[in-house]
């Protein structure tokens, strides 16, 4: 009995009915917490996957877009070709000719013995190695050429013209060609002893050292159109060691010949590059990047 009495009166008592109550809102914004957590877990997942979905579409939105940016490039560029000149750029490596500078009043550079002793400190001595280069129009139409790296004229003893050559000259920067029409000349590449020397040095290093190039390029004649560039490269070196291990005297190379002169003047033809342009007036490039190989050119 007086148990019951005892229960009776403390829920009567106004601070254990005050108490009850707190735990009693205490729980349920527990419960409502956990609830907004869950609620709150459920939006995030929703929008993880609708952001993977906008993500996915934006790819593929991106893909057809690059996709279609292809082939309407690809199709200009096609268009263009109509007007891409062809041409045969050739260095003849036989004519290839070691040059020193000149001792006579014309002034024209004259050939090193075959057989000169370079010694290690006449560094600063020059020596030139020229060889013939031949440039043909195999194009349909007449076609301008600019020429980088100077193709030097033949110059002949006065009287004897065409006979006996004594050096040459500066011929001009660019030719016009008629189809199937030709022009020939020289190309010179002058170094001093040292620069030849480093060039070997590199070589043995396993490296290929300096080389230098020369290059007919053709503008298609539109603002809406490409430049085209033929190029030869010239690598290797004109002196080396006159003895194994020795680099007090050296001795004049000739043409690349493996193995007898793995490390002689050599030259190769380039593939054939064109640059595209949206408006050559505006330098604005129909894309950004390096320049294209033209397939089938020579």
């Given at each position: 009995m007086l148990s019951l009495a005892s229960s009776a009166s403390t829920w009567a008592d106004p601070?254990?009915?005050?108490q009850a109550a707190a735990v009693l809102v205490a729980a349920i914004a527990a419960i409502a917490v956990i609830w907004q957590a869950v609620l709150t877990r459920r939006a995030l997942n929703e929008a993880a996957r609708?952001?993977?979905?906008a993500q996915d579409s934006l790819a593929v939105a991106r893909e057809a877009q690059s996709?279609?940016?292809?082939?309407?490039?690809?199709?200009?560029?096609?268009?263009?070709?109509?007007?891409?000149?062809?041409?045969?750029?050739e260095a003849r490596i036989d004519t290839l000719?070691?040059?020193?500078?000149?001792?006579?009043?014309?002034?024209?550079s004259q050939p090193w013995p075959e057989n000169h002793l370079f010694h290690i400190r006449d560094g600063s001595q020059t020596i030139t190695a020229r060889v013939m280069v031949f440039l043909r129009n195999t194009g349909s139409r007449a076609t301008r050429f600019v020429l980088h790296g100077n193709l030097r004229q033949s110059v002949y003893k006065p009287g004897q013209a065409m006979i006996e050559m004594v050096?040459?000259?500066?011929?001009?920067?660019?030719?016009?060609?008629?189809?199937?029409e030709s022009v020939e000349g020289y190309w010179e590449v002058t170094r001093t002893l040292d620069e030849?020397?480093?060039?070997?040095?590199?070589?043995?290093s396993g490296e290929q050292g300096s080389e230098t190039e020369f290059s007919a390029y053709v503008d298609d004649g539109h603002d809406t159109g490409a430049g085209y560039s033929f190029t030869l490269r010239m690598g290797g070196?004109?002196?080396?060691?006159?003895?194994a291990g020795l680099r007090e005297t050296w001795v004049l190379t000739g043409?690349?010949?493996?193995?007898?002169?793995?490390?002689?003047?050599?030259i190769g033809r380039q593939p054939v590059t064109a640059r595209y342009w949206l408006s050559k007036m505006q330098e604005q490039p129909l894309r950004d990047g390096p320049t294209e190989v033209v397939r089938g050119s020579r």
């Open positions: 601070a254990v009915v005050v609708s952001m993977k979905i996709h279609a940016s292809l082939m309407s490039v690809e199709a200009f560029k096609t268009r263009i070709a109509a007007n891409a000149p062809s041409a045969d750029l000719k070691f040059l020193a500078p000149s001792t006579v009043a014309s002034g024209h050096g040459t000259a500066p011929g001009s920067p660019d030719v016009l060609l008629e189809p199937s030849w020397i480093a060039i070997y040095d590199a070589r043995q070196t004109a002196v080396r060691p006159s003895s043409s690349y010949d493996f193995p007898t002169e793995p490390d002689g003047i050599g």
